[in-house]
T-cell receptor, first 113, second 115 residues
Framework: EAQVTQNPRYLITVTGKKLTVTCSQNMNHEYMSWYRQDPGLGLRQIYY???????DKGDVPEGYKVSRKEKRNFPLILESPSPNQTSLYFCASSLLRVSDEQYFGPGTRLTVT | DQQVKQNSPSLSVQEGRISILNCDYT??????FLWYKKYPAEGPTFLISISSIKDKNEDGRFTVFLNKSAKHLSLHIVPSQPGDSAVYFCAASSTLTGTASKLTFGTGTRLQVTL
């Protein structure tokens, strides 16, 4: 089954404790992206990757890192999480570019206390 | 600065009637627009898209209209069904510029289709 998987689905952590949210797709897609959803703000793009070893900032990259060492995986790293990073995070992938249909993962709800 | 705006946070429509969801944008470089639907506890799913070279795109019950001069697009759902109850996001991309890989979403409109 074609899908985007994210782990963990739920995470509660404390300020400053490094964490990684994994994202994997099995559709051989070139483009991958991370978004966060916050009430009243919709979805905002954090980082994206056009292909392996190519990543770039979205609209809200501060406090986040990503890597794309292989096509299927695109982990989101929070080196020192802060309470303002409490949010619902979505990973997505599409065949080649952002204007192609994006397939989203189920989301990761992160709480930073 | 919200470049893509959905000014109606919610909309309630009777089953069988038309649902019209609106979206406005401010960036004149946007040339590709998409609508995504989101159910609770799930990721968004793609619904329909339109390029700026068109003013209308249709897919079954869903039609998107684009008015470039007004920087406005709308999604029409006819007839509305209870399963259409979800949050709808419009999104925009500028495919010809250096930001061709970025996607800007609106804040979403929650549609409720009542029996």
């Amino acid at each position: 089954e074609a899908q985007v998987t994210q782990n963990p689905r739920y995470l509660i952590t404390v300020t400053g404790k490094k964490l990684t949210v994994t994202c994997s797709q099995n559709m051989n897609h070139e483009y991958m992206s991370w978004y966060r959803q916050d009430p009243g703000l919709g979805l905002r793009q954090i980082y994206y990757s056009m292909n392996v070893e190519v990543t770039d900032k979205g609209d809200v990259p501060e406090g986040y890192k990503v890597s794309r060492k292989e096509k299927r995986n695109f982990p989101l790293i929070l080196e020192s999480p802060s309470p303002n990073q409490t949010s619902l995070y979505f990973c997505a992938s599409s065949l080649l570019r952002v204007s192609d249909e994006q397939y989203f993962g189920p989301g990761t709800r992160l709480t930073v206390t | 600065d919200q470049q893509v705006k959905q000014n109606s946070p919610s909309l309630s429509v009777q089953e069988g009637r038309i649902s019209i969801l609106n979206c406005d944008y401010t960036n004149s470089m946007f040339d590709y627009f998409l609508w995504y639907k989101k159910y609770p506890a799930e990721g968004p799913t793609f619904l329909i898209s339109i390029s700026s070279i068109k003013d209308k795109n249709e897919d079954g019950r869903f039609t998107v209209f684009l008015n470039k001069s007004a920087k406005h697009l709308s999604l029409h759902i006819v007839p509305s069904q209870p399963g259409d109850s979800a949050v709808y996001f419009c999104a925009a991309s500028s495919t010809l510029t250096g930001t061709a890989s970025k996607l800007t979403f609106g804040t979403g409109t929650r549609l409720q289709v009542t029996l």
